[in-house]
């Protein structure tokens, strides 16, 4: 088995910081595994502004943001970048299979920097009753068919939870010519940023039901309408305060999950790291607010790595 | 109306669920004409999709019913079709607990009944034993009744690994072919759909929810199928070992209980309840549903959390309601039985109608029930020599170590190709998938496990899009869920 200096899975905004921290804290060997056909993960698909205020003094669109560190990356022969890359599996000796096109490899990784990010809740986590029809969609995947793929996933939108994928993805509905009937947030304030909710919401008329719940999905096959519903404090439905939107799609904007299934399968838990030279950052490690601060995070993995790695001479 | 086929079909088969298709790849052993008609955009898209997967020992039956003998003669049939078809059968068992000296009573009943009806090697568990081989039991059960035949598959793979041979067979299938009429023609039928007319010396009715209405058209109406819901809910491959048996409880009258379930491929499921309602198409879930299977299954396993769910859905039981008189009774009680006979008064229909559980199991045993009855009905039976009994077992990467992944690899590159995250789907399998028939996502879902992973699709979506969109030369505006209607997306996105 090859043994590597230092391995990283994932090249989002996590991955490639740490990657680029840690050559320049000195690893000369390092491999970055990205399952996606290109380095920069969920921010090519995020072509909104708002990225890099803090960690360049500037406002990026995604892509942009990306393509600053991609740029970096690609300058340094020391970090070798493989694409199309999916790990399979890990061990507790940090002992890593992946799998890409045309081949299967295992290798052992000295430090390894675990950056594989994190999923949206879906509307089976969130529990929203009713049929189950075409016409539902996270906000990401929402935003992955307009963005990259130059497809309109619906005309009548209603958005459940307002994370701010989903506040990004109202303007962004709007924008193109759909109509944003509501967004439903079931807790007592937004969930996502107060700049979000006054540009893509408030500047767009955009109504926005706090402390409210989709009680119930319509449509034999596609969404048809929901039925809507004021909660109490204790997120209980207040009988009679229901009433119904039509719609024929529903953006599901209720926060994100840590992708940590490899740590999990090799029996390690993400919150609680105790094996030498592994290390978590980026969402994988917890869910943040803002890309920027991702990066600034991931350097700091990218850097304990590199000592540690000092450490083992 | 144009004809379709101006020649006489020997057997026309109505639904492509797994009673219609296990009725098709047996009658493809012979030297007949065979055609399949389903109104849906797939087989296995009615009341098979969501079918529990569970085959079933043979217990939980009526004395003396038709459905007891049918189930414990297709759980033997099963473990061979799955061999011939390249299907995962595996073997669990099941547990049927007791919580008190009462039910254990019970138990006891239910185990001296399965024996007449011949179901083999039941026994009696401890607690000691329940400890032992079901740690997550609730400690509460103090027995069980162990019946180690029970077993799992999975429910839409069957259906279609029994298309696929039947039609390798030369058994025509018709999609999105609902049928509105058929007329007597004595001898003989003419079946009017919306593609045209067939022409059938023979015709099975195995239309599911739809059986009534079916039968009326040849002018029996005797009975009514009475949909009985269930709620079931999937819980995170992570879980998989939560139980090393399928659970249940004791049998209510109208259900087998709420139970928690193995499944062939790894996610466990607890459910299903069971719900009379009206309306053939509903498959919604509730919140009362789930409230009251989750306490179901959280009786039987307490350490279930809601948590674990990644996904639910519900199904509809063609629960059959047979008339008495001329007045049709709100409901049979429990117990009520598959409805499978010729018509004499329709000569060349058979009616096979409420199969519901444990219709899985006994499919195979219904279709060479249907063969003995065409026989003695005049339909002459003669074995083709070119018969293909096997089918080549699709892979699966999920299932299988990663050296043979590895091998796979090195032979398409493909396999490499790694589509669908949650479970771990390559490209290949979806070619193959749609290569095999599958024309919508649900299609691919069904075969490959692609989007029924944790993240619901929210990753591989595009992806899948594309490729069914590529395969199948038609655009991405027109992909559909499960057939039209339920497409996607709107269209495509206006550039100014």
């Given at each position: 088995?090859?043994?590597?200096?230092?391995?990283?899975?994932?090249?989002?905004?996590?991955?490639?910081a740490?990657?680029i921290?840690?050559?320049?804290?000195?690893?000369?060997?390092?491999?970055?595994?990205?399952?996606?056909?290109y380095?920069?993960?969920?921010?090519?698909?995020?072509?909104?502004?708002?990225?890099?205020?803090?960690y360049?003094?500037?406002?990026?669109?995604?892509?942009e943001?990306?393509?600053?560190?991609?740029?970096?990356?690609?300058?340094?022969?020391?970090?070798?970048?493989?694409?199309?890359?999916?790990?399979v599996?890990?061990?507790?000796e940090?002992?890593?299979?992946?799998?890409?096109?045309?081949?299967?490899?295992?290798?052992?990784?000295?430090?390894?920097?675990?950056?594989?990010?994190?999923?949206?809740?879906?509307?089976?986590m969130?529990?929203i009753?009713?049929?189950?029809?075409?016409?539902?969609?996270?906000?990401?995947?929402?935003?992955?068919?307009?963005?990259?793929?130059?497809?309109?996933?619906?005309?009548?939108?209603v958005?459940?939870?307002?994370?701010d994928?989903?506040?990004?993805?109202?303007?962004?509905?709007?924008?193109?010519?759909?109509?944003v009937?509501?967004?439903?947030?079931?807790?007592?304030?937004?969930?996502?940023?107060?700049?979000n909710?006054?540009?893509?919401?408030?500047?767009?008329?955009?109504?926005?039901?706090?402390?409210?719940?989709?009680?119930?999905?319509?449509?034999?096959?596609?969404?048809?309408k929901?039925?809507?519903?004021?909660v109490?404090?204790?997120?209980?439905?207040?009988?009679?305060?229901?009433?119904?939107?039509?719609?024929d799609?529903?953006?599901?904007?209720?926060?994100?999950?840590?992708?940590?299934?490899?740590?999990?399968?090799a029996?390690?838990?993400?919150?609680?790291?105790?094996?030498?030279?592994?290390?978590?950052?980026?969402?994988?490690?917890?869910?943040?607010?803002?890309?920027?601060?991702?990066?600034?995070?991931?350097?700091?993995?990218?850097k304990?790595?590199?000592?540690?790695?000092k450490?083992?001479? | 109306?144009?004809?379709l086929?101006?020649?006489?079909i020997d057997?026309?088969?109505?639904?492509?669920?797994?009673?219609?298709?296990?009725?098709?790849?047996?009658?493809?052993?012979?030297?007949?004409?065979?055609?399949?008609?389903?109104?849906?955009?797939e087989?296995?898209?009615?009341?098979?999709?969501?079918?529990?997967?569970?085959?079933?020992?043979?217990?939980?039956?009526?004395?003396?019913?038709?459905?007891?003998?049918?189930?414990?003669?297709?759980?033997?049939?099963?473990?061979?079709?799955?061999g011939?078809?390249?299907?995962?059968?595996?073997?669990?068992?099941?547990?049927?607990?007791a919580?008190?000296?009462?039910?254990?009573?019970?138990?006891?009943?239910?185990?001296?009944?399965?024996?007449?009806?011949?179901?083999?090697?039941?026994?009696?568990?401890?607690?000691?034993?329940?400890?032992?081989?079901?740690?997550?039991?609730?400690?509460?059960?103090?027995?069980?009744?162990?019946?180690?035949?029970?077993?799992?598959?999975?429910?839409?793979?069957?259906?279609?690994?029994?298309?696929?041979?039947?039609?390798?067979n030369g058994?025509?299938?018709?999609?999105?072919?609902?049928?509105?009429?058929?007329?007597?023609?004595?001898?003989?039928?003419?079946?009017?759909?919306?593609?045209?007319v067939?022409?059938?010396?023979?015709?099975?009715?195995a239309?599911?929810?739809?059986?009534?209405?079916?039968s009326?058209?040849?002018?029996?109406?005797?009975?009514?199928?009475?949909?009985?819901?269930?709620?079931?809910?999937?819980?995170?491959?992570?879980?998989?070992?939560?139980?090393?048996?399928?659970?249940?409880?004791?049998?209510?009258?109208?259900?087998?209980?709420?139970l928690?379930?193995?499944?062939?491929?790894?996610?466990?499921?607890?459910?299903?309840?069971?719900?009379e309602?009206?309306?053939?198409?509903?498959?919604?879930?509730t919140?009362?549903?789930?409230?009251?299977?989750?306490?179901?299954a959280?009786?039987?396993?307490?350490?279930?959390?809601?948590?674990?769910?990644?996904?639910?859905?519900?199904?509809?039981?063609?629960?059959?309601?047979l008339?008495?008189?001329s007045?049709?009774?709100?409901?049979?009680?429990?117990?009520?039985?598959?409805?499978i006979r010729?018509?004499?008064?329709?000569?060349?229909?058979?009616?096979?109608?409420?199969?519901?559980?444990?219709?899985?199991?006994?499919?195979?045993?219904?279709?060479?029930m249907?063969?003995?009855?065409?026989?003695?009905?005049?339909?002459?039976?003669?074995?083709?020599?070119?018969?293909?009994?096997?089918r080549?077992?699709?892979?699966?990467?999920?299932?299988?170590?990663?050296?043979?992944?590895?091998?796979?690899?090195?032979?398409?590159?493909?396999?490499?190709?790694i589509?669908?995250?949650?479970?771990?789907?390559?490209?290949?399998?979806?070619?193959?998938?749609?290569?095999?028939?599958?024309?919508?996502?649900?299609?691919?879902?069904?075969?490959t496990?692609?989007?029924?992973?944790?993240?619901?699709?929210?990753?591989?979506?595009?992806?899948?899009?594309?490729?069914?969109?590529?395969?199948?030369?038609?655009?991405?505006?027109?992909?559909?869920k499960?057939?039209?209607?339920?497409?996607?997306?709107?269209g495509?996105?206006?550039i100014?």
């Amino acid at each position: 088995m090859i043994e590597r200096d230092l391995v990283i899975v994932g090249a989002g905004p996590a991955g490639m910081a740490a990657a680029i921290s840690a050559y320049e804290s000195g690893v000369r060997d390092i491999l970055l595994l990205e399952r996606d056909q290109y380095l920069g993960g969920i921010l090519n698909q995020c072509i909104h502004t708002g990225f890099g205020l803090s960690y360049f003094k500037k406002n990026l669109t995604g892509p942009e943001y990306a393509h600053r560190f991609i740029e970096k990356i690609q300058a340094i022969d020391n970090i070798e970048v493989r694409l199309k890359s999916f790990a399979v599996k890990l061990t507790k000796e940090k002992e890593l299979t992946f799998i890409k096109p045309g081949e299967l490899k295992e290798i052992k990784a000295k430090a390894l920097i675990m950056a594989t990010g994190a999923r949206e809740r879906t509307r089976e986590m969130i529990h929203i009753p009713g049929d189950r029809p075409s016409g539902i969609f996270s906000a990401g995947l929402a935003q992955k068919l307009i963005n990259i793929e130059g497809l309109l996933p619906g005309e009548e939108v209603v958005i459940v939870g307002s994370g701010d994928i989903g506040l990004i993805m109202a303007r962004r509905f709007i924008l193109e010519g759909a109509k944003v009937k509501a967004v439903i947030e079931i807790q007592k304030q937004s969930r996502g940023l107060a700049r979000n909710v006054v540009q893509c919401l408030e500047d767009f008329k955009i109504p926005f039901y706090l402390s409210h719940k989709v009680a119930r999905i319509y449509g034999k096959k596609r969404v048809e309408k929901v039925d809507v519903v004021e909660v109490d404090e204790d997120l209980k439905a207040i009988q009679g305060s229901d009433f119904s939107l039509e719609c024929d799609t529903i953006l599901i904007s209720a926060g994100l999950i840590s992708e940590n299934e490899l740590l999990e399968s090799a029996g390690i838990k993400a919150g609680n790291i105790s094996i030498p030279g592994l290390f978590v950052c980026g969402n994988a490690y917890k869910i943040y607010d803002l890309a920027d601060s991702v990066s600034r995070d991931a350097l700091l993995a990218g850097k304990q790595a590199a000592e540690y790695l000092k450490g083992l001479g | 109306m144009k004809s379709l086929k101006s020649t006489m079909i020997d057997v026309l088969i109505i639904g492509a669920g797994v009673v219609g298709a296990s009725i098709a790849r047996e009658l493809s052993r012979y030297k007949l004409s065979i055609a399949v008609l389903e109104k849906e955009e797939e087989p296995a898209f009615g009341v098979s999709k969501s079918n529990s997967g569970i085959i079933h020992p043979g217990t939980q039956n009526p004395a003396g019913s038709l459905k007891g003998r049918l189930c414990l003669e297709g759980n033997t049939l099963i473990r061979r079709i799955s061999g011939e078809l390249g299907l995962d059968f595996k073997e669990v068992g099941e547990l049927i607990v007791a919580f008190t000296e009462d039910e254990i009573q019970r138990l006891l009943t239910i185990k001296s009944e399965a024996e007449t009806l011949g179901v083999p090697e039941l026994k009696m568990v401890d607690k000691a034993w329940l400890r032992a081989n079901e740690p997550n039991l609730n400690p509460e059960v103090i027995a069980a009744l162990y019946a180690p035949g029970a077993g799992v598959i999975s429910p839409y793979r069957l259906v279609y690994a029994l298309c696929e041979n039947a039609l390798k067979n030369g058994v025509k299938f018709y999609t999105q072919t609902r049928v509105e009429n058929i007329i007597f023609t004595n001898p003989g039928f003419e079946i009017q759909t919306l593609k045209g007319v067939f022409k059938a010396r023979y015709v099975i009715n195995a239309a599911g929810l739809y059986a009534d209405e079916i039968s009326a058209m040849v002018g029996v109406n005797d009975f009514r199928i009475r949909p009985r819901k269930g709620q079931e809910f999937i819980l995170d491959k992570k879980k998989e070992n939560l139980t090393n048996h399928l659970i249940f409880p004791l049998p209510s009258k109208v259900s087998k209980g709420i139970l928690v379930i193995k499944t062939a491929d790894g996610n466990p499921m607890i459910g299903p309840s069971a719900e009379e309602v009206e309306d053939k198409e509903d498959s919604s879930t509730t919140e009362e549903g789930l409230k009251k299977v989750f306490e179901g299954a959280k009786k039987l396993v307490p350490s279930i959390s809601q948590d674990d769910i990644i996904a639910y859905f519900s199904g509809l039981r063609p629960a059959a309601a047979l008339a008495i008189g001329s007045q049709t009774t709100a409901l049979w009680p429990a117990g009520d039985d598959f409805i499978i006979r010729y018509e004499d008064k329709a000569p060349g229909f058979i009616n096979v109608a409420g199969i519901q559980s444990p219709g899985l199991t006994a499919a195979p045993a219904i279709a060479k029930m249907v063969c003995g009855i065409l026989e003695e009905k005049g339909l002459g039976l003669e074995k083709k020599e070119d018969f293909i009994c096997e089918r080549e077992k699709p892979i699966h990467l999920f299932n299988i170590p990663l050296s043979e992944t590895e091998e796979l690899i090195k032979k398409n590159a493909s396999y490499g190709d790694i589509v669908c995250r949650c479970e771990m789907v390559s490209a290949k399998e979806v070619e193959d998938a749609i290569s095999a028939g599958a024309r919508t996502m649900d299609g691919i879902k069904f075969r490959t496990r692609a989007q029924s992973g944790r993240c619901h699709g929210s990753f591989c979506t595009t992806r899948l899009m594309k490729i069914l969109s590529e395969e199948t030369k038609t655009p991405l505006t027109a992909i559909t869920k499960r057939g039209k209607g339920s497409e996607i997306v709107k269209g495509e996105r206006t550039i100014d």
